[in-house]
């Protein structure tokens, strides 16, 4: 089992990004892993994300939501863990809007690891003190060491 602390990183973690509707968090997000990551295209992680929501919602409940998706040029599970000042509308299944996203990439040939790592991601996030934790986080430091349990 891979750490979360292997997957994700200070550079892709981001704290109480301004409220925005789905559309544009998405591309938010494909911002900052390209940024990160210079070998991944901002339009394939874009399109790829977007493709997988629309199979359905990666919105659990309880205001987290876990996009994911696979990624060609990705060559290792990356994480991107995000936190908004408002949440927004996610189609979870208790129809609570989202602030908490932990956004999973990996290769395309990573299909038991892909499996692993979400379910390691929702243990984390079924914690209500775990949760809680990251919403308390106040920059984005604090919100990657709480994430990682530093």
């Known amino acids: 089992m891979q750490a979360l602390s292997d997957i994700l990183a200070p550079g892709r973690t981001v704290c109480h990004v301004p409220h925005a509707s789905k559309k544009r968090l998405f591309e938010t997000?494909?911002?900052i892993v390209c940024d990160d990551q210079s070998s991944l295209d901002y339009n394939t992680v874009l399109d790829k994300l977007v493709e997988r929501e629309e199979l359905g919602s990666t919105g659990l409940g309880n205001g987290i939501a876990i996009p994911h998706c696979r990624v060609d040029n990705c060559e290792q599970p990356l994480g991107t863990?995000?936190?908004l000042d408002e949440?927004?509308?996610f189609d979870a299944p208790d129809e609570r809007p989202v602030d908490l996203l932990f956004i999973l990439l990996v290769p395309e040939e990573a299909n038991q690891q892909h499996l692993?790592?979400?379910a390691e991601i929702a243990r984390n996030f079924s914690q209500p003190d775990?949760?809680?934790s990251l919403r308390d986080a106040d920059s984005d430091i604090a919100l990657f060491d709480a994430a990682v349990g530093r």
């Open 29 to 31: 997000i494909a911002q």
């Open 116 to 118: 692993d790592i979400l």
């Open 81 to 83: 863990l995000l936190s």
């Open 130 to 132: 775990y949760c809680r």
């Open 87 to 89: 949440g927004i509308p």
